[in-house]
């Protein structure tokens, strides 16, 4: 129990460095301030939810003592707790006689997507209230929080029209772009977090093929009603949009699985690769071209068709 006290310490220190660098205000500062939840899922997936725990708890007084009692719960709520939950499920298991090859059925990958989905979008919505209760208050609150951030002075007298960039329309995108990033950012650090317990001999899961993830089948149902629910006016309107960004992140990430799978025997697939990886980094938007892949699989079996007509492999000799 003393290792997992150590472990726990030593990783929420560092969780609270790493957050507590966003301060600085410099480039390479945010991408260490993504990195923050890492220390924790370490800790919770390469050893136990105990030490995960401790980690959360651990660098939330640090940040406490620190920055005060407001810095710190934002970072307990944001970062701490939901890195600790997915670490925790990550390392569920419930025994199976038919799973190999411990005997063990783990907790799912896609589920793990999907709770990052789910928390990437609560958490956006727990902070609108501190923009506004209502979609006017939070659109002009926002609107003027972007022009600070981004150095844009307010139009006069009708404004540029020929401006680039507009603090309404970022306004308006703003809720489901953050909620979104954030889904992906605690996707990565819970597969950095895997890989670094794989390498250290410390992971007690069998790594998965993520190439085979899925989702259950009432998500497509979720989806379609936060996608409706996106045409309502108000509060209501403004929700709905969030989850259904974070859900459709989810089916991106879906439909890279099946990208990996069906380009498993072209030539150049490893290019064929790196150039979708490229173009969704740059661009943002072609993760809906891979969404609708990842929803096609879900109602056509893309995957399981590609597999009987590729037949099984030929055996080694």
């Known amino acids: 129990m003393a290792q997992i006290i150590l472990i726990g310490i030593g990783a929420g220190v560092a969780a609270a460095l790493l957050f507590a660098s966003l301060e600085s205000g410099s480039l390479f500062a945010i991408l260490l301030f993504y ?12 050893w136990n939810y105990w030490a995960g725990l401790i980690a959360a708890i651990s660098a939330t007084a640090c940040l406490t003592i620190v920055f005060g009692p407001f810095f710190s719960l934002a970072f307990f709520l944001v970062i701490a707790l939901p890195a600790w939950w997915l670490g925790y499920l990550a390392l569920l298991a419930r025994p199976a006689d038919n799973a190999k090859p411990d005997r063990l059925e783990w907790y799912p990958i896609g589920r793990l997507v999907l709770w990052a989905a789910v928390i990437g979008a609560a958490t956006v919505v727990a902070l609108i209230p501190y923009f506004g209760l209502d979609a006017e208050s939070l659109h002009a609150n926002l609107r ?39 889904t992906i950012v605690l996707v990565i650090n819970l597969w ?14 069998p790594w998965p093929d993520l190439s085979a993830i ?44 099946v990208l990996h799978v069906i380009t498993g025997r072209i030539s150049g697939r490893a290019a064929v690769l790196a150039g979708v990886y490229t173009v969704v980094i740059v661009f943002g938007w072609p993760a ?11 109602a056509l079996d893309l995957r399981g068709r590609v597999a009987r007509m590729r037949g099984p492999p030929a055996p080694h000799r």
Do not use: C
């Open 144 to 182: 003027s929080a972007i022009e600070a951030v981004l150095n844009l002075s307010p139009p006069r007298d009708g404004g540029n029209p020929n401006r680039i960039i507009d603090a309404d329309v970022l306004a308006i995108l703003a809720p489901p772009m953050v909620a979104s990033i954030t």
């Open 288 to 298: 809906l071209i891979l969404s609708v892949l990842g929803l096609a699989d879900t």
């Open 192 to 205: 950095l977090a895997a890989r670094i317990v794989k390498f250290s001999g410390q992971l007690r899961r």
């Open 214 to 257: 899925s989702f259950p089948p009432l998500v497509p149902a979720f989806l379609a009603a936060a996608i409706a629910g996106v045409f309502f006016p108000g509060m209501f309107g403004i929700v709905s949009d969030i989850f259904a960004a974070t859900l459709v992140m989810a089916y991106a990430l879906l439909g890279f699985a």
């Open 35 to 46: 990195l923050s939840p890492l220390p924790i899922l370490i800790a919770g997936v390469g």
